[in-house]
T-cell receptor, first 118, second 109 residues
Framework: DAGVIQSPRHEVTEMGQEVTLRCKPI?????LFWYRQTMMRGLELLIY????????DSGMPEDRFSAKMPNASFSTLKIQPSEPRDSAVYFC????????????????FGEGSRLTVL | KQEVTQIPAALSVPEGENLVLNCSFT??????LQWFRQDPGKGLTSLLL?????REQTSGRLNASLDKSSGRSTLYIAASQPGDSATYLC????????FGKGTRLHILP
């Protein structure tokens, strides 16, 4: 069974460039989460979707960040323009959640996308 | 606002010892709590999920307990092995899933 698949695994880019991170959740899962991990701040929830609809994007740092989930099997996180302080590991996770509450969903993570902005 | 704390930040113990990792949270109105393991450069691997109605879960040498009223969970690892060396994170699920910063565990051979 394939887990959560993220691409690219590593991305090095220059300040000002557009970055697109991709995620394929586990088949059958109805919720998808984007997290960012840094040494200083740990794991921060950026945004999560339920049934392809964004539920809470209050963790998105600023307007330079955007996320989409056009269908149940694909999501993107875009940073435009990128800045050095965006350097981090970005994780995608998926879960099956009954209803609209976390009443049973076990969270499964991808391997992450390590972003370095020079 | 839910806050999740894990103390200590790092722990070193000799192989074979039993050990306990701690997780505390500020808002007891949670739906579940999950323990994860993260190896360097890797994603998070789910270890145990405890629903709010449960008090503990067990998997092999791991046992996790949950006390909602006191806002605490513990992860007990029996007969520790060098392969248990990793960072252990707890995550609390209410309207969101909030993570602690983890405990970095090193088992000394």
């Amino acid at each position: 069974d394939a887990g959560v698949i993220q691409s690219p695994r590593h991305e090095v880019t220059e300040m000002g460039q557009e970055v697109t991170l991709r995620c394929k959740p586990i088949s059958g899962h109805n919720s998808l989460f984007w997290y960012r991990q840094t040494m200083m701040r740990g794991l921060e929830l950026l945004i999560y979707f339920n049934n392809n609809v964004p539920i809470d994007d209050s963790g998105m740092p600023e307007d330079r960040f955007s996320a989409k989930m056009p269908n149940a099997s694909f999501s993107t996180l875009k940073i435009q323009p990128s800045e050095p302080r965006d350097s981090a590991v970005y994780f995608c996770a998926s879960s099956f959640i009954a209803g609209d509450r976390f009443s049973g969903g076990e969270l499964f993570f991808g391997e992450g996308s390590r972003l370095t902005v020079l | 606002k839910q806050e999740v704390t894990q103390i200590p930040a790092a722990l070193s113990v000799p192989e074979g010892e039993n050990l306990v990792l701690n997780c505390s949270f500020t808002d007891s109105a949670i739906y579940n709590l999950q323990w994860f393991r993260q190896d360097p450069g890797k994603g998070l691997t789910s270890l145990l999920l405890i629903q709010s109605s449960q008090r503990e879960q067990t998997s092999g040498r791991l046992n996790a307990s949950l006390d909602k009223s006191s806002g605490r969970s513990t992860l007990y690892i029996a007969a520790s092995q060098p392969g248990d060396s990793a960072t252990y994170l707890c995550a609390v699920g209410d309207d969101k899933i909030i993570f602690g910063k983890g405990t970095r565990l090193h088992i000394l051979p």
